[in-house]
């Protein structure tokens, strides 16, 4: 059983090792980087199906590796850190993780967090393969959005993943508790913040989509 090549840009070998084990006993081949000039090395020589990022590197550090890593591709990033502070989560999501894991934490819920991102940006919707809301066209093949320009952005996997509920959704207010377990998954574990920090990085990607805050419950998108 192959399903891919997952990698762990950590700089602590027992983590690493302890990892690999795991993560090759469920079929998965977890490829190991030391720093993050290192992983984005690997990176460029190969892709990876998701990065375990940490956050705390010698030399760059994650948040700059994963900056790096967004500029070059949308693979998704869980970044796993010993802190547990709002700004960190924060900084995290803005800049392009798809998840956030604090240590210590089970190799099993790192697993589970592994199985929800990948399931979320390789699942393609199967309702539509394109939506239209204010003008900008959502392409599910592509995993793209076209603005009313013509310009043509892509999102990051979760962001894209948000942004087609809200859009198969159009007219309703969507809670942050069903956004977060139609999105994340019910494997999830973090708190609402997570979706706001998305929604407002597609509202800078996407200038003028018709995303609504609904305060106290969550977000619409209106119909077109």
């Not at 984005?40 to 550090?61: F, K, M």
């Not at 309703?172 to 609402?192: K, P």
């Not at 979706?195 to 989509?209: A, M, P």
Request: proline share 5%; hydrophobic share 40%; aromatic share 6%.
């Amino acid at each position: 059983m192959n399903r891919g090549r997952i990698l762990l840009i950590e700089d602590e070998e027992p983590i690493a090792d302890m990892l690999r084990v795991f993560f090759e006993r469920e079929g998965y081949k977890l490829v190991h980087a030391p720093t993050g000039e290192a992983g984005l090395e690997r990176l460029g020589e190969r892709p990876a199906r998701a990065v375990l990022l940490d956050l705390n590197l010698p030399g760059i550090d994650g948040i700059e590796t994963c900056r790096r890593i967004r500029a070059l591709s949308d693979v998704p990033v869980i970044m796993l850190t010993a802190r547990d502070t709002e700004i960190d989560k924060v900084v995290g999501l803005e800049i392009g993780a798809d998840d956030y894991v604090t240590k210590p934490f089970s190799p099993r819920e790192l697993l589970a967090r592994v199985k929800a991102v990948l399931r979320r940006s390789e699942e393609a919707p199967t309702v539509a393969k394109e939506l239209i809301v204010g003008g900008f066209e959502i392409d599910s093949g592509r995993r793209e959005v076209r603005t009313p320009s013509g310009e043509a952005v892509r999102p990051t996997a979760r962001e894209f993943e948000l942004l087609w509920y809200l859009a198969e959704h159009a007219g309703l207010v969507m809670s942050r508790a069903q956004i977060l377990e139609a999105v994340w998954g019910y494997e999830y574990f973090g708190e609402t913040r997570t979706v706001d920090v998305h929604v407002r990085q597609l509202r800078k990607k996407l200038e003028g989509i018709p995303i609504e805050t609904v305060w106290g419950v969550g977000y619409r998108i209106e119909k077109s």
